[in-house]
């Protein structure tokens, strides 16, 4: 007598329960020794002590070396699951835009976004706006790292989506590629999409002078939390479509105030302490 053989269910916590017939068990339990295939290319499973044990080494080491992208990566990757990453896919599904983006699955690099083109577009533009600030900040669309520690493909998908587009909020915020600046972001980016890893990242404040901290704590991080909570949900902006568009237009769309400019302020006070030199 032949047997029909289930597809085992996969959980959560990225383990998988191992189905038997009489007392012959069909497949292991997922560990360090017995992986299950990946469920995309690139992805990596990795069981639930894995996850940890990464998700803690990432943040300390990332916490002391805050430029190191892929530590932040790992990080986010990490800790997005098994609610986080989910409420957020769900949140694009619950979008018509969000749904669009999840089907043609758009990606931000040079290649598929001319920086050419975007020079050519009117200065208050969010395509010009946003070349504009990577020229100044000296940074690239080209340097995110690949996902692949999500077992879910959508919600892959997604994380990457909101890897690639975190200049485009660099560009509606003016906020520039400084632990100051981006600890801003982060706490932004945490009140809008609640990915643990943006509110994580908000504890790299520590490594901020004394007068940097002071005018987080006054000034920027009630900013972000306001702004982060009240906007609309940034994951669901259809970038490719608004490059021609005005900023400013889509900043009340959005419901996003810029921040006080904070390298016009650091320039401001650095003038200020080498005149009383």
């Known amino acids: 007598m032949t047997h029909k053989i289930t597809p085992s269910l996969r959980w959560l916590s990225g383990m998988e329960r191992p189905q038997a017939i009489g007392d012959h068990t069909l497949r292991r339990p997922f560990s360090i020794l017995n992986r299950p295939p990946p469920n995309y290319n690139g992805h990596v499973p990795l069981t639930t002590l894995e996850k940890g044990v990464l998700a803690a080494g990432s943040a ?12 932040i990566a790992t990080l986010g990757e990490t800790t ?21 983006i999840l089907q043609d699955r758009p990606r931000i690099t040079s290649k598929t976004i001319s ?14 706006t946003y070349v504009s600030w990577l020229e100044r900040e000296r940074v690239t669309p080209d340097t995110r790292e ?5 077992d879910n493909e959508e919600c892959a998908y997604v994380m990457q989506r909101y890897r690639e587009c975190h ?16 600890v801003t972001l982060k706490a932004f980016e945490f009140a809008n999409t609640l990915l643990p890893m943006t509110g994580l990242s908000v504890f790299a404040v520590i490594r901020l002078k004394s007068a ?12 972000a939390i306001h702004n982060g909570i009240t906007c609309k949900e ?37 003038k200020r302490a080498s005149s009383m030199i």
Do not use: C
Request: glycine letters at 6%; zero cysteines.
């Open 234 to 270: 940034i994951i669901n902006v259809y970038w490719e479509e608004q490059l021609e568009r005005n900023v400013d237009d889509l900043r009340r769309e959005l419901g996003i105030e810029p921040p006080p400019d904070l390298r016009k302020i650091r320039k401001i006070l650095r």
């Open 115 to 128: 920086m050419d083109y975007l020079r050519t577009l009117p200065e208050n533009s969010v395509g010009r």
């Open 146 to 150: 690949t996902v692949k520690y999500i």
């Open 212 to 223: 940097e901290r002071s005018r987080f704590w006054r000034t920027y991080l009630q900013w």
């Open 80 to 100: 997005a699951t098994p609610y986080f990453i989910y409420r957020l896919r769900d949140s694009m599904l619950s979008s018509d835009t969000g749904r669009r």
């Open 167 to 182: 200049d485009f909020y660099h560009t509606l915020t003016g906020l520039p590629v400084i632990v100051e600046g981006e």
């Open 60 to 71: 300390i080491m990332s916490l002391m070396s805050p430029r190191r992208g892929d530590l």
